[in-house]
């Protein structure tokens, strides 16, 4: 579990770094805006604890500069006493918890041990491929906004291709991972099935993302 904390004043920060180190986070600590958004871009964390009075680019232009690019990293911010104005605005630009200060440092790891737990709930149950997403709890799947509806089977096979993104999947392997065949049935099966998730996934959206590979199978990938 990554922590980034992103606090100016170097004395909070470093406690703040302490505790949560001894609570087994990793933790990075950055002093302004600017580098918080250069570090969140180049690290994905579990959790953001983000200090509403930075210096140059404040906390509130963080987060919504985060929540533009599509960063769903949970966000706890910190906020000065009086705050309260700013606070609202924080959580309705995307922050998932505040904490007001001066606070404990127990009650900081708490809320942050909360939103990791949230994070790692949400890892679990949406898989995601550039902007197609798939439940695995509801075997729901969305692509553009739009609810596609999925059979058993298309749901299992859609989920091991995304499961498996980035990586070529043979029919073989499908069929034993999706129909738990260990034999080729002979048929083409795997190729029906490919066609009618294909057509539910990539018909009316660009990019593509499910490619045959010649002579091998399928992959299911972001476009280069
Ligand atoms: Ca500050």
Redesign the pocket.
């Known amino acids: 579990m990554r922590v980034l904390v992103v606090?100016?004043?170097k004395k909070?920060a470093s406690f703040v770094r302490k505790a949560l180190q001894a609570e087994g986070f990793a933790v990075d600590v950055c002093h302004d805006g600017e580098a918080a958004l250069a570090a969140a871009a180049a690290t994905p964390f579990d959790v953001l604890v983000l200090?509403?009075?930075?210096p140059g680019r404040d906390g509130l232009s963080v987060l919504r500069q985060l929540r533009e690019r599509k960063s769903t990293t949970p966000v706890l911010l910190?906020s000065?006493r009086g705050e309260v104005n700013e606070r609202v605005e924080g959580l309705n630009s995307g922050a998932d918890d505040y904490l007001p200060k001066p606070f404990e440092l127990a009650e900081l790891v708490a809320r942050v041990r909360a939103l990791t737990r949230r994070s790692t709930e949400n890892k679990l149950t949406t898989l995601r491929v550039a902007d197609l997403t798939l439940d695995t709890l509801t075997h729901k799947a969305q692509r553009g906004g739009a609810t596609i509806e999925l059979t058993v089977r298309e749901y299992r096979l859609l989920e091991f291709l995304m499961r498996s993104a980035g990586r070529p999947c043979g029919r073989m392997m499908i069929l034993e991972k999706v129909w738990d065949y260990d034999f080729d049935p002979g048929t083409n099966l795997v190729d029906v099935y490919i066609r009618r998730v294909r057509e539910k996934i990539d018909a009316g959206f660009e990019p593509k993302l499910l490619y045959t590979v010649r002579g091998s199978g399928y992959i299911l990938k972001e476009a280069q």
């Open positions: 606090e100016d004043e909070t200090d509403i009075m930075l910190l000065a």
